[in-house]
């Protein structure tokens, strides 16, 4: 069954990536990028591909996210996947249901600072990122490897996911706790998969302490510069690892971008915790 790693773009799933994967899928706990594809990306041209799926219709994709998710967990008794879909339902079409899911991981991140690195990923200006915030947007676009991914608005991803929280299903992991204390929050993920999963082993502490001390970003920036990031997006024109917590919306903000994010998601930045 699939534990959804969930996010808008830009709010910390890759870190979050790169600390379970070294976790759960190297022997030590110490990481490398080639570990970050044991945790694959949902929806993917390669899986809808390989299981016959016409890739040029956009609505037969939207049609068969279950079957493939059902064909994903015909695999392993646990999946993580990643994704930076909404959690939408579109002409009675659902992205996930309970039958094919165990629960989620939400990473949210202050959509302050969230502006900023959309920005610098695919290359738009700041009030073109914040425009993007507010719309019901699709990331991407169907290309030779991509498929597009209604992630809609930053709030509306950020609601729709609560679904799996009246089932008792539900992670939030704030991007600033990540940064703040990763050793803990790392704990809590894994213990919340464990449970998800009625995995009942301990955790083991030592393997913890090397993924904590081979993931902190200044390694994981260096680690760009010598082997590359196969991630980075192709209009990226900086390192993928750029800021990380240097990137202060305070310091990046102009006044009307800062406006636009604060009228439109006001609420939500108050219920978590941002002003």
Not at 27 to 45: A, N, R, T, V
Not at 110 to 130: G, I, K, M, Q
Not at 149 to 174: G, V
Not at 220 to 228: D, R, V
């Amino acid at each position: 069954m699939i534990v959804w790693l969930a996010s808008y773009p830009k709010s910390g799933n890759t870190f979050v990536r790169t600390l379970l994967s070294a976790y759960f899928f190297s022997e030590e706990g110490h990481f490398d990028f080639k570990y970050l594809k044991s945790i694959k990306q949902f929806p993917s041209k390669q899986l809808f591909n390989k299981i016959g799926i016409n890739t040029n219709d956009e609505n037969e994709i939207l049609k068969n996210y279950l079957y493939a998710q059902e064909y994903i967990n015909k695999k392993a008794p646990l999946i993580l996947l990643k994704t930076h879909s909404s959690l939408f339902l579109t002409n009675k079409i659902k992205f996930t249901n309970l039958d094919n899911s165990l629960g989620v991981i939400y990473i949210v991140r202050d959509p302050r600072n969230v502006v900023t690195s959309f920005s610098n990923h695919f290359n738009l200006n700041l009030n073109e990122s914040a425009r993007k915030m507010i719309s019901n947007s699709v990331l991407g676009e169907n290309s030779d490897k991509k498929l597009m991914t209604y992630i809609l608005s930053w709030k509306t991803h950020y609601e729709s996911w609560k679904f799996f929280k009246k089932e008792k299903k539900y992670l939030l992991i704030k991007y600033e706790d990540l940064i703040k204390d990763p050793k803990d929050t790392l704990i809590t993920m894994i213990d919340f998969i464990f449970r998800l999963s009625d995995n009942r082993s301990k955790i083991d502490l030592k393997k913890v302490d090397n993924v904590i001390s081979s993931t902190t970003f200044e390694k994981l920036k260096n680690y760009e510069s010598k082997k590359g990031f196969e991630e980075k997006p192709n209009k990226m024109k900086s390192n993928f690892f750029k800021l990380g917590n240097k990137n202060i919306w305070q310091n990046l903000l102009d006044k009307d971008v800062e406006k636009i994010i604060t009228n439109e998601f006001n609420n939500e930045i108050e219920e978590l915790g941002y002003f």
